[in-house]
Nanobody, 125 residues
Framework: QVQLVESGGGLVQAGGSLRLACAAS?????????MGWFRQAPGKEREFVAA????????YSTDSVKGRFTISRDNAKSTVNLQMNSLKPEDTAVYYC?????????????????WGQGTQVTVSS
């Protein structure tokens, strides 16, 4: 069993930055799981944001955040981070961290095995 806890969300003005963190516990994290960040805005489906492979490379992100968001991981600390710069109002959503036990990273939420409870990010215009 794996527990994931997100933190770092909040309210920020457009153009600002936030750094989300996901702390994993319960099983050996180091190089075990591919990790992803997803988000869900009110009335919309959960969508892929970024993913990172077990060893830290390669990484992937959706087109709308490329050049603004960066995913990283520290296997020694069992954490995955999402650095979000140049935030826009359309980035407003609940952000979820997810772990995938087997295989490579994926953009599909259904392929992830464990999820955190989510952290709210609100970007004001």
């Amino acid at each position: 069993q794996v527990q994931l806890v997100e933190s770092g969300g909040g309210l920020v003005q457009a153009g600002g930055s936030l750094r989300l963190a996901c702390a994993a516990s319960g099983r050996t994290f180091s190089s075990t799981y591919a990790m992803g960040w997803f988000r869900q805005a009110p009335g919309k489906e959960r969508e892929f944001v970024a993913a990172i492979s077990r060893g830290g490379l390669p990484t992937y992100s959706t087109d709308s955040v490329k050049g603004r968001f960066t995913i990283s991981r520290d296997n020694a600390k069992s954490t995955v981070n999402l650095q979000m710069n140049s935030l826009k109002p359309e980035d407003t959503a609940v952000y979820y961290c997810a772990a995938k036990l087997f295989g490579s990273t994926s953009r599909e939420a259904s392929r992830y095995d464990y999820w955190g409870q989510g952290t709210q990010v609100t970007v004001s215009s």
